[in-house]
T-cell receptor, first 116, second 111 residues
Framework: NAGVMQNPRHLVRRRGQEARLRCSPMKGHSHVYWYRQLPEEGLKFMVYLQKENIIDESGMPKERFSAEFPKEGPSILRIQQVVRGDSAAYFC??????????????FGPGTRLTVT | GENVEQHPSTLSVQEGDSAVIKCTYSDSASNYFPWYKQELGKGPQLIIDIRSNVGEKKDQRIAVTLNKTAKHFSLHITETQPEDSAVYFCAASTGYSTLTFGKGTMLLVSP
């Protein structure tokens, strides 16, 4: 059973460009969370999605950031007009939300975004 | 919202010693407390978790304890090995909600 997949693993963008980060959850998981990790800090929640729905986006900046999880295909975190402060590791986690194991979140390897 | 404090920020032990990492949380509604291990350049790996209806849980060399009254929980690693060296994160949530993480503990196990 493959784990959470994220691509690309490393992404370099110049200031003002767009960054698209992709996340494929574990098989059978229909809930996806995005977290951001700044150097030497813990992970900060950004957005929680279910298929075709945004459940909670309270941690996501109001401007330039958006996320989706379509019926088919991976979840996408999109950052428009990137700035140097967006440089960080972005992690996706998925959860089964089954009644037996509703709470566990399993993380992908992350995408390390560098803005030059 | 929830706030999770984690101590210490770094912990150095000799191989074979025990290591203890402590976390406190602020939201009394939190009922799920996972621990993650993150190695350099990798994503966090869930190593153990505990729910609020349980006071202690063990899995081989690792154990987690929870004190709901005091709002703190701890990770215990016995017989540490060099491969235990990593950053460990505690987290808290109200189950179906998102995780709030501590800032992490870098554990160094010297041979």
């Amino acid at each position: 059973n493959a784990g959470v997949m994220q691509n690309p693993r490393h992404l370099v963008r110049r200031r003002g460009q767009e960054a698209r980060l992709r996340c494929s959850p574990m098989k059978g998981h229909s809930h996806v969370y995005w977290y951001r990790q700044l150097p030497e800090e813990g992970l900060k929640f950004m957005v929680y999605l279910q298929k075709e729905n945004i459940i909670d986006e309270s941690g996501m900046p109001k401007e330039r950031f958006s996320a989706e999880f379509p019926k088919e295909g991976p979840s996408i975190l999109r950052i428009q007009q990137v700035v140097r402060g967006d440089s960080a590791a972005y992690f996706c986690a998925s959860s089964p939300r089954s009644w037996q194991s509703s709470y566990e979140q399993y993380f992908g390897p992350g995408t390390r975004l560098t803005v030059t | 919202g929830e706030n999770v404090e984690q101590h210490p920020s770094t912990l150095s032990v000799q191989e074979g010693d025990s290591a203890v990492i402590k976390c406190t949380y602020s939201d009394s509604a939190s009922n799920y407390f996972p621990w993650y291990k993150q190695e350099l350049g990798k994503g966090p790996q869930l190593i153990i978790d505990i729910r609020s209806n349980v006071g202690e849980k063990k899995d081989q060399r690792i154990a987690v304890t929870l004190n709901k009254t005091a709002k703190h929980f701890s990770l215990h690693i016995t017989e540490t090995q060099p491969e235990d060296s990593a950053v460990y994160f505690c987290a808290a949530s109200t189950g179906y909600s998102t995780l709030t993480f501590g800032k992490g503990t870098m554990l160094l196990v010297s041979p």
